[in-house]
């Protein structure tokens, strides 16, 4: 287990050096060749390590291995471990599987652009950074994951540097994960002053044994869900997601939908000991995750991007996790991760052979008719809306299903409250995911772009092999991967998590059926009210006050904007004009201009007369001689 | 011992070494100023070899030799550029070369 989870965390790392040290000795293809070898080796390590895992006895299969004390400050120590069990090789499974094929799919993606290999260097760094989170064999080294992803997440969202948008997005993304990680950090800072490590069983074992004052558990557990929120795109966090989708679409589908931003439910699922204990703050994050689903999912209905549209979906999926996570139905979170990962990777990477084909337009309304001259993008873009929307036999079905039906056992005003929350999540997924469906592939034909002979091969066909190909196996990947888990007949994602990660809640089988009949009846709605608004030609939302907040995000740019951005600037001007200038900038004149005055003063004595430095080192010397005597 | 006390031999010493400085101070020809160096630098060895004798020990011979070479070479060095100076028709004046005031 420990050879594959350390070959699955290095080889992504070598092929960026690779990458990195190369520079122009090798071709652009030959970078997204190295990259994508690189992180299916990734892969293999991962599937090794499963593999081995599963040939041993349930409790045998957590394994700790460190490779060297990292650093040591009297008796803190911390030692650069990789946590291997259940839980991390799903994680490793996903994010060098969906990340293997995403890279692939860049190969064809992003032929012609310039400055592929730094792309393909950034992901191959991107899917070793988010091993290293998921991996790390304590919360330091998972902190650290934690920052390494956000920079790659950064770097990868401003790759289209001359683009001042692009720039601004990545700004913006990487402002907001650091206030996250801040947060978090500010929790591992408690937790080292009260308990002296960051080891996940020293941490774990303080907390379930009452050890730390309520209070303490309550803020470091405040502290992971800040992280987690930020990381997560999760009200109050979530504005920089939407804007994340000035990246190579590829990216949007690698990081912002199927692996980086499930990092905040891998936390709360890694670190439950520490939720547990801190129940307050578990309700909290599935409040905040059911707030989130249903925000992001009225948002969605008026978006006119084809890419935000995806990404406040993803918003509202990881909502839907977050609600798992919070009511402790773990097992059940990660399920829908993992379906998630797929379907939601399908939905980008589609997205983003239509983007391609149409020479980069990503308005749908000036899309329209595609099912005819795309029937393969057609078939795959449907599956994967139907996985989103939760129609059976599609991946979403089993796993979302599975989350309400454990907010209905959970009772209680809490339960009920998600319960009924992500049942009409449901309905809005259903309508804001087939309104785009029908809008690009239905109805009138766009007309054709101008192709100007730049890329000419892109307009034949509906992409390169490479595309067309990954898309395919992500197809299929939606479509079956749900029926790892059917109630009553057989669960065993849920029987390999177990040992890590030991569900608070277990809906009984007739409430799971219950739920999803409810939740397809519900999804059928949702569609047909779709197709209806389609046909009559009209928006799903009327113009009006609402439409306007719609449109707006229900101004939470505009607020932070007027609550943190604008006073920090004024408060920034102020101090340059008040302090920076007049003391700063001031003082160090004012020191420069009196080492010259001093200077020139001295300079008078420089006469240039020889005899005058003999009489002056004369007289120095017998001075000093008399000064020594008299002394002595 | 042979002859006068070693103090005395410091005396001597003294007043060369006066005499050198006054010639520094006072001449402006470069040639004195030259003259009057390494008059300072034989009452410095003077100085040496009366104070090895004082200790009897031979360390203070042997830096005067050492201070000799200096002088050899320093004659060389600053009579040569005298001799330039004087081939250049320039004024045989210390006091006129200035050039490296403040």
Redesign the interface.
Known sequence: MAVGGWVCLLAPLVGFLAILLAGTRITRRQAGLVSTASVFVGFAGAVYAFVDALGRDPEDRVELTTAWTWFKAGDFVVELQLLIDPLSIVMMLIVTGIGGLIVAYSNGYMAGEDEERRYFAYMAFFVFAMLMLVQGGNLLLLLVGWGLVGLASYLLIGFYHDRRSAVEAAKKAFVVNAVGDAIMALGFFLLIFHVGSLDYGVVFGAAESGELSDTVVTLVALGLLGGAVAKSAQIPFHTWLPDAMEGPTPVSALIHAATMVTAGVYLICRTHPVFEAAPEVQHLAAILGLVTLLVAGVVALVQWDIKRVIAYSTMSQIGYMFVGAGIGAYGFAMFHLFTHAFFKALLFLTAGLVIHRLDGEQDIRKMGGLRARMPYTHATFLIGTLALVGIPIFAGFWSKDAILAAALADGGALGWTLYVGGLLGALLTAMYSFRLYFIVFHGTSAPEPESEGHDEHAHHGEGSRWMTITVGVLALGATFAGLLQIPGVWEPFDTWLEPVLEPLVTPSTAQEWGTSAIAVTIGVIGIAVAWRAFKAGRELVPDGAVRTTLEHKFWFDELYDAVFSRPAQALAVRLRDNVETPVVQGGLDEVAEGTLDAASL??????????TY??AI?VTVSVLALVFLVVR | MLGPDVPWYLVVSAILFAIG?AG??LR?SPLI?LLSLEIMLNASNLAFVGFSRLFGELDGQIFALAVMAVAASEVCVGLGLIVAMARRNLALD??R??????
Do not use: C, M, N, P
């Open positions: 001295t300079s008078r004595a420089q006469s240039g007369l020889l005899r003999a009489l004369t | 400085i520094v101070l402006r100023v210390v006091d070369f200035t050039e490296l005031k403040g």
